[in-house]
């Protein structure tokens, strides 16, 4: 079935460094955008960052910039999240998704999100 | 970035009751090709959000009937027509007409 399944979450401290996966299955990875959206504890969610299918596009959140960066293997149906210079406010479950970012006539769209991993958690704390 | 507005902020509903939640957007979410890229998400508790409505009223696939949305420009609602235990979750509208795209706080619906 189609599934999601983020991995790569643990503690570590303010400045440091982190990786996530999201491992795709049942559905053709390559052909679809991703995104991941975090989730403070106890928060609602936020959105982080986008990639398009082919890797050629990459939005990120302001929050994130310049810090996390966004990737993707195609031949391995993974999509990752490196995370450096982290902090106390990055604490939080991250999930992947899938879902489509589109140039429509001029404006950026971003499709619904229709599949979501079940998250795992980053802790950023000393 | 578009601000969203939810209210209630929270739900408390008999069950086979209806329930009905606000969604206010700072801007417009209609776009120049005619659609209104307005969504609703459920996170049941200790779950992962799931997608419930695209599009302001279009229901994802294998979402029950009982659930509808409806709106346009900036104003936009979710119903539920009765209410069952399994609806229970904080449920969250977003936008995805301006990149970021941005969620409401969330409204938590519990069952009396």
């Known amino acids: 079935q189609v599934q999601l399944v983020e991995s790569g979450g643990g503690v570590v401290q303010p400045g440091g460094s982190l990786r996530l996966s999201c491992a795709a299955s049942g559905f053709t990875f390559s052909s679809y955008g991703m995104h991941w959206v975090r989730q403070a504890p106890g928060k609602g969610l936020e959105w982080v960052a986008f990639?398009?299918?082919?890797?050629?596009?990459?939005y990120y959140a302001d929050s994130v910039k310049g810090r996390f960066t966004i990737s993707r293997d195609n031949s391995k149906n993974t999509l990752y999240l490196q995370m450096n210079s982290l902090r106390a406010e990055d604490t939080a479950v991250y999930y992947c998704?899938?879902?489509?970012?589109?140039?429509?006539?001029?404006?950026?769209?971003?499709?619904?999100?229709?599949?979501w991993g079940q998250g795992t958690m980053v802790t950023v704390s000393s | 970035d578009i601000v969203m507005t939810q209210t209630p902020l929270s739900l408390s509903v008999t069950p086979g009751q209806p329930a009905s939640i606000s969604c206010k957007s700072s801007q417009s979410l209609l776009h120049s090709d005619g659609k209104t890229y307005l969504y609703w998400y459920l996170q049941k508790p200790g779950q992962s959000p799931q997608l419930l409505i695209y599009?302001?009223?279009s229901r994802f696939s294998g979402v029950p009937d009982r659930f509808s949305g409806s709106g346009s420009g900036t104003d936009f609602t979710l119903k539920i027509s009765r209410v069952e235990a399994e609806d229970v979750g904080v449920y969250y509208c977003m936008q995805g007409i301006h990149l970021p795209g941005t969620f409401g706080q969330g409204t938590k619906v519990e069952i009396k």
């Open positions: 990639i398009r299918y082919d890797g050629s596009n990459k």
């Open positions: 998704a899938k879902g489509g970012v589109a140039m429509v006539r001029g404006v950026i769209i971003t499709r619904a999100f229709d599949i």
């Open positions: 599009e302001v009223s």
